[in-house]
């Protein structure tokens, strides 16, 4: 009771440690834990929220872990933030090691080794999401062609996008993203035919 007249005063630091001392005396209170879940993500306290996600999936009987790659995931950002690249990739990892088509784990990687001029290490990532999530390739194309550029084998598009229709014809972006290199190229009839 005492915790949740606490979080009803917005009192967040009090409700916390209540919550902390119901937990300890009742470890698989699902409504203690839940409520610890919140405040810890409302306060962007991203390794906590995972434990206490860890015991309500637990409580729940939820055998899945694929829910907390949330959590991996957001505290990377906090370390992407700060420019801890190297830091920030171990987590967005451990996110995808949590849930294999988490595609904005794939996303993060690719970008924190281009912070680092890593062009051929984030190509080679987000190629990995293109095998793993193909419906989601679209995510990483304009990533892909600007990394490719950079790198000089900007012609490599053309393969990468075929690729993708081949294991997902419906995605659009792709189509539009191959369009484009062939119009740039002169060759108007196949970008038609793509469009």
């Known amino acids: 009771q005492l915790a949740s007249d606490y979080l009803a005063m917005n009192e ?10 119901l937990v300890s005396l009742d470890p698989h209170n699902h409504w203690a834990h839940s409520n610890r879940l919140k405040l810890f993500e409302r306060a962007g306290k991203w390794e906590e929220a995972y434990e206490a996600a860890e015991h309500v999936l637990k409580i729940e009987g939820n055998k899945s872990r694929k829910p907390l790659a949330r959590y991996k995931y957001q505290h990377g950002e906090q370390l992407f933030k700060a ?28 970008d924190a080794y281009c912070e680092e001029q890593r062009f051929e290490d984030a190509v080679n990532f987000w190629l990995r999401l293109v095998e793993a999530v193909p419906e989601q390739a679209h995510e990483v194309i304009d990533r892909l062609k600007d990394a490719l550029f950079i790198l000089g084998r900007f012609g490599d598009i053309v393969g990468i996008c075929q690729t993708i229709l081949d294991k997902y014809p419906k995605n659009i972006e792709v189509r539009r993203a191959l369009a484009e290199f062939h119009i740039k190229k002169g060759d108007l009839d196949v970008a038609q035919e793509m469009l």
């Not at 420019?83 to 088509?101: F, M, N």
Request: glycine share 6%.
């Open 12 to 21: 967040l630091t009090t409700a916390e440690s209540a919550l902390k001392e």
């Open 83 to 110: 420019r801890e690249y190297h830091k920030a990739r171990v987590l967005y990892k451990e996110a995808i090691g949590l849930d294999p088509s988490f595609v904005p784990a794939f996303v993060a990687v690719g």
